[in-house]
């Protein structure tokens, strides 16, 4: 049921963002000022429910192998989050020169993220293959020591 929910809300953002090339036609390339606010208000909000999942998920997943690697999605949410705030700022500024250069370290702070994010999901994928191939060794192991068991008896 939650999957379907966080699917329906992704479809609704895909949608809700496809008219944006055409009001940025319709403005002489421009973007309305109230569609960024609105941008990144949303933005900003879902970096925040984020960095709550992802931290909830952390006290939740103690000892496990995905809480030794949480630091690194934490990390990319709070890169996220930074280009966001970076991104109203570019927002309301007068000045075109902070314009370009808060848009700049926006764009690198999400290359972080991304960064950071594969990093984590390296991570546990490798340790879930680890964890897999001795659950399977162990498992071989016991089918081994019931078959001698059989011949023996």
């Known amino acids: 049921m939650r999957w379907l929910a966080g699917t329906g809300a992704l479809s609704l953002m895909f949608v809700a963002s496809v008219p944006a090339p055409a009001f940025a036609a319709g403005t002489s390339g421009v973007v309305p000022e109230w569609l960024s606010i609105v941008a990144g208000a949303v933005g900003l909000g879902i970096a925040v429910i ?85 659950a399977a060794d162990l498992y071989a192991a016991s089918l081994d020591g019931d078959e001698s068991k059989d011949s023996d008896g």
């Open 50 to 134: 984020l960095l709550i999942d992802a931290y909830s998920l952390k006290r939740v997943a103690e000892g496990s192998m995905v809480a030794v690697n949480i630091a690194y999605m934490i990390s990319a949410v709070v890169c996220f989050a930074m280009s966001m705030i970076l991104r109203w700022m570019a927002i309301f500024s007068e000045e075109a020169t902070l314009v370009d250069q808060s848009a700049f370290a926006a764009d690198l702070l999400v290359t972080a993220g991304m960064a950071l994010l594969a990093v984590y999901f390296l991570r546990v994928r490798m340790a879930l293959s680890g964890y897999l191939r001795d």
